[in-house]
C-alpha cells in the first residue's frame, strides 16, 4: 500500500521562549486542517521544553530535534527532517488563525506554477495589502518567513543563509528571508504573496528598547538588507533610492525635533550603503 505524504511540515525553532508556544500550540490544534506534522527544533542549552512537549505529545504530531543556534541554521536543520509536501516556519511566539493552513493548501493545489506561497503579519500596516506575484522589487513587503509556506522542490534547491539572520555570529542580523525568496527567483521559479495568508505576532518592540539596543538593531538589520541588494545586483538606481530614503526621513524627523527617530534613520542609510558596498566592491 503507498502512503500519501504529509501535506505541511510545519519548522517551528525555539530559543529561550516557554510561555507562548503553548499559544501557538492551541492554535494548530484548531486548524481546519490537520493534516501537519510539527518538527520542534530546540535550540536551547537546558530542558526548558520538556513539560511543554510532553503535555502536547498527545494532541499534536510532534517532533523534536536539536541544531546549531541561528534561525536560519533552525530552519534548514527542520527541513531537512521534515516530510510534507509544503513546509512552513511559525516562529515560537506566533498563532495560527484557524482556516490558515486550509487556505493556503488550497491556494497551492489550484496553482502548481508557484512554488511558494508568502503571507503577513496581522495588523501590520507596513506590509503590502494588494495580492500579487512577488518580484526582486516587492519582496520587502511581500512576505514575512513565519508566513511562508514553501514546496518541497523549492527546499531541495535552495536553504537559508546561515551567515545570515538573527544568531548567525556575523553582522548581518536580518533579511534571511528575503534572501531564500531571492535565491528561489534567481532559479526560475514563481512567488506569491496573498495577504489574506496573515498571521498574529507580537508587535515590534523597538520602541520599547534603549536607544542604543535601538541603534544596533537598526544598524545590523538595515546591513544585511544591504548585502542583499549587493548579492543579487540590483541596479543603482534602486540601490540609491533604497539608501537615500530612510536618509531624507532623517531629516525630517530632524525638523520635528526627534533627533534620536533622526539618528536611526540616518544609521539606516549608512548600514544600507555599506552593506550592499561590501558585496559589490
Not at 527542520?78 to 511559525?90: E, K
Not at 518541497?152 to 534547491?157: A, E, F, K, N, P
Given at each position: 500500500m503507498v502512503m500519501t505524504p504529509i501535506l505541511f511540515s510545519l519548522v517551528m525553532s525555539s530559543l529561550g521562549r516557554t510561555e507562548e508556544i503553548p499559544r501557538l500550540f492551541d492554535s494548530l490544534i484548531a486548524q481546519t486542517c490537520q493534516d501537519f506534522e510539527l518538527i520542534v527544533v530546540d535550540q536551547n542549552d537546558d530542558d526548558r521544553l520538556d513539560s511543554i512537549l510532553d503535555d502536547y505529545a498527545d494532541r499534536l504530531p510532534l517532533c523534536r530535534i536539536r541544531s546549531e543556534k541561528s534561525l536560519s541554521r533552525g530552519k534548514n536543520a527542520?527541513?531537512?527532517?521534515?516530510?510534507?509536501?509544503?513546509?512552513?516556519?511559525?516562529d515560537d511566539d506566533c498563532t495560527y488563525p484557524p482556516a490558515l493552513l486550509e487556505r493556503v493548501a488550497t491556494f497551492l493545489e489550484a496553482h502548481p506554477e508557484y512554488a511558494a506561497l508568502t503571507g503577513r503579519p496581522i495588523d501590520s500596516t507596513w506590509y503590502s495589502t494588494q495580492a500579487s506575484e512577488v518580484t526582486p522589487t516587492n519582496v520587502w513587503d511581500h512576505g514575512v518567513e513565519y508566513t511562508y509556506f514553501l514546496r518541497?522542490?523549492?527546499?531541495?534547491?535552495v536553504r537559508f543563509d546561515p551567515t545570515q539572520g538573527v544568531g548567525a555570529g556575523t553582522?548581518?542580523?536580518?533579511?534571511?528571508?528575503?534572501?531564500?525568496?531571492?535565491?528561489?527567483?534567481?532559479?526560475?521559479?514563481?512567488?506569491?504573496?496573498?495577504?489574506?495568508?496573515?498571521?498574529?505576532?507580537?508587535?515590534?518592540?523597538?520602541?520599547?528598547?534603549?536607544?542604543?539596543?535601538?541603534?544596533?538593531?537598526?544598524?545590523?538589520?538595515?546591513?544585511?538588507?544591504?548585502?542583499?541588494?549587493?548579492?543579487?545586483?540590483?541596479?543603482?538606481?534602486?540601490?540609491?533610492?533604497?539608501?537615500?530614503?530612510?536618509?531624507?526621513?532623517?531629516?525630517?524627523?530632524?525638523?520635528?525635533?526627534?533627533?534620536?527617530?533622526?539618528?536611526?534613520?540616518?544609521?539606516?542609510?549608512?548600514?544600507?550603503?555599506?552593506?550592499?558596498?561590501?558585496?559589490?566592491?
Open positions: 527542520g527541513s531537512d527532517a521534515s516530510s510534507g509536501r509544503i513546509i512552513g516556519f511559525p518541497r522542490s523549492l527546499t531541495t534547491q553582522a548581518f542580523w536580518g533579511a534571511e528571508g528575503p534572501d531564500l525568496l531571492l535565491a528561489a527567483m534567481r532559479e526560475g521559479m514563481r512567488l506569491y504573496y496573498d495577504p489574506e495568508v496573515a498571521a498574529y505576532h507580537p508587535g515590534p518592540i523597538n520602541t520599547d528598547l534603549e536607544f542604543e539596543k535601538r541603534r544596533l538593531r537598526t544598524y545590523h538589520y538595515n546591513l544585511g538588507k544591504g548585502r542583499l541588494l549587493g548579492r543579487y545586483r540590483y541596479p543603482w538606481w534602486y540601490v540609491a533610492y533604497t539608501c537615500v530614503r530612510p536618509g531624507i526621513g532623517g531629516f525630517t524627523q530632524l525638523l520635528r525635533g526627534r533627533r534620536d527617530e533622526a539618528r536611526l534613520r540616518w544609521q539606516a542609510a549608512t548600514a544600507l550603503a555599506r552593506g550592499w558596498k561590501g558585496c559589490t566592491s
